[in-house]
Each structure stands twice: as structure tokens, then as C-alpha cells.
């Protein structure tokens, strides 16, 4: 489209035109005086005029004195830096409970809990079937794999935090804080060093024999290496939930999914916690990390934000809640996800960094 404008300068008899070329982009030039003239003096010849001259515009000198586009840019991240591109997200199961809890063990089979139901399932990353690995796990919520190959569960049946052998042998590590019983742990994050922390939120369950909470907070502990005692290292949460560090043990991500925010913390020698720092507006059930260092929200779809915590993808997933994720597979790059009463699998670009 062409667009003309009047005589801005009636005495030097200059116009000037505008043509619109792409997104409000105009191209502005000067007409030399006779061709104004001509304009004046025989009105049959201007709309030839007008397109010969906007031609020779577009063609003689593109881009001059071009306006700014203000159109939004598209994201620095988009989908397919994050997922394979064109991959679907794939049910591979369904008519389950309430899925929860995936781990990774050492060469990608994922294991994750229906916990109604108190099973304790794997999912075998060399021909994707499923098959149960333990019936009664406690009623397992978050788990982690250790770098022994023992799987840690937050068996909330009794307020346990319990440790799994490859063999499906189980012990209770922990069942207390200061001689109290605890709410309930519900996430667990194992560090390389073989620390480990946990969420204790309370939520009360219809197959406990008490109702009543002991602790007097929802708090966060930190379990040493080889310790039998734990340490609280947060206790200003309304509701703490998902848990995940980096792989190198320095950072620490919690989310309060009570007041809708998630964290990140600096991981001192000694387990305790330094630097809060709100990391997003977006609290979790359960959380995940990259290769990229982006890390992953649950709870309506996942949501995915950068190191930074902006915002990058939301992966919506076709159920009531999702609970839990983690990256599997014998090359990493499948993202496993639980979600009310089906699992789903979603092919990645990018991999995942430890057992969640």
C-alpha cells in the first residue's frame, strides 16, 4: 500500500512520500520540484505518477530513515531448543491412582510410585515396558537414586524417609525430628557427596492413624552423609514441596508451593543453606534440572524456566495435575512425567544431569 502525504514545504514545492513496504516500515525521500509541479498542474497524470515514483522508491533506496518495528520479539528460547523437534508428547500409561516419585537409576530405567496404591514401579528404558519392582513402598512419594544405586523415598505412610536397595530390600533411616514425628516428607534430593535433603510439608492422609501435626513447622532437613540425625534448614516456608540442586552440589531449588514461589540457595560444605533468593513466582510439586540448567515446575502442565528464572515453555499435559518429572533413558534425553493416573514421555534436545 501507498500512502502520500501533503506539501510539507509549499515554497521549495518539495514532497514528500511515503511508502509502507512491511511492518510499518516507510521509506521517506524528496521529489525534485518539476515532478511537484507536474502534480499541481495536470491532476489526470498524478495516480501514474504516484506509482512510478513509489516503485523507484522501493527499488532506489530500501530501508532509508526506516522506523523502528516495534512487533514482540519471539522468545530467545522456544520449543524446539528444549524438546526434539516435532516430538509429541506420548502416553504410555494410564488407569493408575496417582503417579508420583520418578528416579533414574544408572543406566535410565526410571521408577516412580503409584502411591494410593502403594507400588513402587519400573519402567525399563531398554524396551520402554513397565513392570512393578515393590509392592509396599511405604506409599512412596519424592524419590532419588544415590551414587550406591539405593533408591531414597519419602514414605509418608508412616513419616519415613526410607532407602531401597537394587535388590527391593528396604530400611527405615528416619522417622523423626528432635524426637517428633515428622509431617511427612514428600521430596527427597540426594547431593553427589551422598547428603540429602527433604521437604516436610503436612498433608493429611486418609490411611494415617493420626491427624495431628507434631513438628511445629513445614520445614526442610538436611540429612549428612551417612548421618542418622537430621539438621532443619528452612523453616520459614508456608508449604514446602518439590526439591532439586545442581550436579555439582552448590545450588539448591525449593519451592514453596504454599505461597505460590520457588527458591534457590547456595549449598554451603556443612549442608546449611546461604543466599535465598527468590528464583520465580511459581511454587511446585515436583522439579527437575537440565543440561541447560533450565529448571522444570509441575502442577497445571510443566513449566520451564532458564537459570536466569524467566519463563522459556509451558508443556501442557492433558490431565488434572502433574505431579512429578525427570529425564530418563539410556541417553537422557527423555523427559518422564507423572501425572494423576497416567505417565507420559516427551523426547528432549536437551538431557538431564542426576537421578530427578
Known amino acids: 500500500m501507498i500512502n502520500f502525504v501533503s506539501v510539507l514545504n ?9 511508502s509502507l513496504v512491511s511492518r510499518d516500515i516507510h521509506v521517506m525521500v524528496l521529489v525534485l520540484p518539476t515532478i511537484s509541479l507536474a502534480f499541481q498542474e495536470n491532476n489526470l497524470l498524478q495516480p501514474y505518477l504516484f506509482c512510478l515514483l513509489s516503485l523507484a522508491l522501493f527499488l532506489g533506496i530500501p530501508g532509508a530513515n526506516a522506523m523502528p518495528d516495534t512487533t514482540p520479539a519471539e522468545p530467545t528460547f522456544t520449543a524446539n531448543t528444549v524438546t526434539a523437534p516435532g516430538a509429541p508428547l506420548v502416553k504410555i500409561a494410564g488407569d493408575f491412582t496417582f503417579t508420583e516419585g520418578p528416579a533414574t537409576d544408572a543406566v535410565g530405567n ?12 519400573k519402567w525399563h528404558a531398554a524396551d520402554g515396558t513397565l513392570t512393578t519392582f515393590l509392592q509396599g513402598c511405604g506409599r512412596a512419594n519424592g524419590t532419588c537414586f544415590d551414587a550406591q544405586g539405593d533408591l531414597w523415598t519419602c514414605s509418608d505412610e508412616h513419616n519415613a524417609l526410607w532407602r531401597i536397595s537394587p535388590d527391593g530390600k528396604a530400611v527405615v533411616v528416619i522417622a523423626d525430628y528432635d524426637g517428633k514425628r515428622l509431617n511427612g516428607p514428600n521430596d527427597v534430593w540426594v547431593r553427589p557427596d551422598g547428603g540429602l535433603y527433604i521437604t516436610d510439608p503436612f498433608y493429611v492422609r486418609s490411611y494415617w492413624q493420626h491427624g495431628h501435626q507434631e513438628q511445629d513447622t513445614e520445614g526442610v532437613y538436611y540429612l549428612p552423609p ?17 526439591i532439586i540442586g545442581t550436579p555439582d552440589g552448590k545450588t539448591l ?16 560444605s556443612d549442608g546449611s543453606l546461604t543466599d535465598k533468593h527468590l528464583f520465580c513466582h511459581l511454587g ?9 540448567g533450565n529448571v522444570y515446575l509441575t502442577g497445571h502442565g510443566v513449566t520451564v524456566f532458564d537459570h536466569a ?9 492433558p490431565e488434572d ?3 512429578n518429572l525427570c529425564f530418563g533413558g539410556t541417553d537422557r534425553h527423555t523427559l518422564f512425567i507423572t501425572a494423576s493416573k497416567s505417565v507420559y514421555t516427551l523426547a528432549m534436545r536437551v538431557h538431564g544431569v542426576g537421578s530427578q
Not at 519451592?255 to 549449598?267: P, Q
Not at 528464572?309 to 499435559?317: A, E, M, N, S, Y
Open 10 to 18: 509549499p515554497a521549495k514545492r518539495c514532497f514528500i512520500a511515503s
Open 110 to 121: 526410571i521408577f516412580f510410585t503409584d502411591q494410593p496404591t502403594d507400588r513402587l514401579l
Open 226 to 242: 551417612g548421618g542418622t540425625k537430621l539438621v532443619r534448614v528452612i523453616s520459614d516456608f508456608e508449604k514446602p514441596n518439590g
Open 253 to 268: 531449588y525449593v519451592a514453596d508451593i504454599g505461597a505460590g514461589k520457588t527458591y534457590r540457595y547456595t549449598i554451603a
Open 284 to 292: 511446585s510439586d515436583g522439579m527437575t534440572l537440565d543440561s541447560a
Open 309 to 317: 528464572g524467566t519463563q522459556i515453555l509451558h508443556i501442557p499435559i
Open 321 to 323: 495435575w502433574t505431579g
